[in-house]
């Protein structure tokens, strides 16, 4: 674990997120810290990963001498495939996101709103590459995780009343894992602090957070 005077490093927060994935779930995991949730999977959970650009079913990142550089997830990481892995269209694949079919996405974020907002594809000035499908999963997906940093590399709040930046969507983020701890959204409604990273207090949380929110823990 990571030193309780800083709270949850990336793995911790990973590791925390895949606490939310359940046994039979189909989940997509965005780019950066939450493709790190598949190495956090419990034992006896067995959860299907899917990736917008076509594969349902992924297994583990390869050793250097098991990359094949044509089995890539959605963020150009080089992967392997199971015995059940299955490829399809991109078309097909977001035919599932769109669908309903997918039981939860883990995302990361520029900023969420405590109404559940997302900002997550841009920021205004900078090169972009697009939205990538976020859109669409966090349109379709039954359940969102985002997973964070608490505060920008200047120190500025990412949990605010309300998104500064581009919206990927409005009111659908369900929770939020940051270094500092875990908020459950009841979107369009608030959110609440539920659980809080090791040597970390309410205090530290209200100080680096412009958003309200409850306190459950």
Known sequence: ?????????????????????????????????PTLVANYIGEGIDVTLQSENGMLGMGPFPYE????????????????????????SSADSFGMIRGGHIDLSVLGAMEVSENGDLANWMIPGKMVKG???????????????VVMDHASKS??????HECSLPLT????VDMVITNLGVFEIDRGKGMKLVELA????????????????????
Not at 155 to 160: I, N, S, V
């Open 65 to 88: 001498d098991e990359v094949d550089p044509d089995l890539i997830n959605a963020g150009k990481q080089t992967i392997t495939e199971l015995r059940r892995t299955s490829y399809f």
């Open 169 to 172: 969507g409005r009111q659908v």
């Open 1 to 33: 674990m990571a030193d309780a005077k800083t709270g949850w490093d990336r793995n911790d927060m990973a590791r925390r997120a895949a606490q939310e994935l359940e046994d039979g779930f189909y989940v997509n995991l965005g780019i950066g810290i």
């Open 155 to 160: 120190g500025a709040p990412k949990l605010l």
């Open 198 to 217: 090791p040597g970390i207090t309410v205090d530290d949380v209200k100080a680096q957070t412009e958003a309200d929110f409850g306190v459950a823990v």
């Open 131 to 145: 939205m990538g499908g976020a859109m669409d999963l966090v349109a379709g997906v039954k359940r969102v995780v």
